[in-house]
């Protein structure tokens, strides 16, 4: 029997990708996708996915996905926080389906920060403790009981990969880790804002966000999540190219510590992990990795400072790609169904 699921905010860059992803998933029924944008133009013509799965699908308006919920057993919320903040609750309290937030809604726990970096009052203080925060190769499959699952961002997606498992290993200094991070322009989502017109992007390179991006906070708790709360500096940095990420964390070796343990840490730790490849640093880039649900990590040392590189497709690994891992492991399939056949943008 497939898994019926519905996609709300399938026309975004998130959404699309998933549909297109779920499209070609051996085990999955799309049953609904939501767009007020799209509302009644169909699926297949919109987002050209590979295959006739979504064929005769069309858009819904968002205000539908409640109803719609009770026909599924998972539902993808690729909303903005203010959107999942309200939707997620009421199709858990109304049906009896899965929630998979591909928002930030539902992945930290204080309070306070969701105020100072997403600018909200979070209303759900209840939901937080037992929303699974979804990196599969550091936190494994969800809970059987769980049904909520916090997709992570993705900056902290390729952050976290690199960094975590050194950071739980006592091989770095926990209060030293600074992650410099360059993303495509669909990090932004689909929005008509100046600042990510053609004009304004190409042939330029800049921060934004500096010390206030809502990964920040992500990163941190992550890192605690895994065994050891570091402090961590976040800065991101927007690349004139359409989709990808590169992380290049900064971390201070505990003295003795060799790159060789290092890279060994890695390459233990995902050892069984079929979407990371640990690679020399050079090797690391966006090329390698856009359309692909694949992580490439690097590591380089000197013994004084730890440079961890991390490549990652933001829109795949960092976002849909991912939550198709998710619902995978809370299906009990191999995470790797529907995601094993993603091919490069590039050789």
Do not use: W
């Amino acid at each position: 029997m497939a898994i019926r699921v519905g996609i709300v905010g399938a026309s975004g860059y998130s959404g699309s990708v998933l549909a297109a992803i779920l499209a070609s998933h051996p085990e999955v029924e799309v049953v609904f996708a939501t767009s007020d944008k799209r509302g009644g133009e169909s699926v297949a013509e919109v987002l050209h996915p590979t295959g006739s799965a979504l064929r005769g699908l069309r858009f819904v308006p968002n205000a539908s996905a409640l109803e719609l919920a009770a026909q599924v057993e998972a539902v993808f919320l690729a909303t903005s926080a203010e959107v999942s903040v309200e939707l997620a609750p009421k199709i858990l309290e109304a049906t009896s389906a899965r929630v998979i937030d591909l928002s930030g809604a539902f992945r930290l726990r204080d309070l306070g920060e969701y105020t100072k970096y997403y600018r909200f009052e979070h209303p759900r203080a209840d939901l937080l403790p037992g929303a699974h925060y979804g990196i599969p190769e550091l936190f494994g499959a969800p809970p059987a009981g769980a049904r909520l699952v916090a997709n992570p961002g993705c900056y902290a997606t390729a952050a976290l990969l690199g960094t975590a498992p050194l950071v739980a290993a006592g091989l770095v200094e926990p209060d030293h880790v600074l992650i410099d991070a360059k993303s495509g322009v669909t990090g932004a989502g689909r929005q008509a804002k100046e600042d990510y017109s053609f004009c304004e992007v190409a042939g330029d390179l800049r921060a934004y966000k500096v010390l206030a991006h809502q990964h920040t906070p992500e990163i941190a708790l992550g890192l605690e999540r895994y065994g050891k709360r570091g402090t961590v500096t976040f800065v991101p940095h927007l690349l004139p190219i359409r989709r990808g990420i590169l992380t290049t964390s900064y971390l201070r070796p505990k003295p003795g510590v060799t790159r060789e343990q290092l890279h060994a840490c890695l390459r233990d730790t995902y050892a069984n992990a079929p979407f990371v490849r640990v690679t020399e640093p050079g090797r690391v880039g966006i090329k390698g990795v856009a359309g692909t649900n694949l992580t490439y990590l690097g590591v380089e040392s000197n013994g004084e400072v730890a440079v961890v590189l991390a490549a990652i497709d933001n829109l795949v690994k960092g976002a849909a790609g991912q939550a198709v891992q998710n619902l995978n492991l809370a299906f009990g399939l191999p995470e790797t169904t529907g995601l094993e056949s993603l091919v490069r943008f590039a050789p």
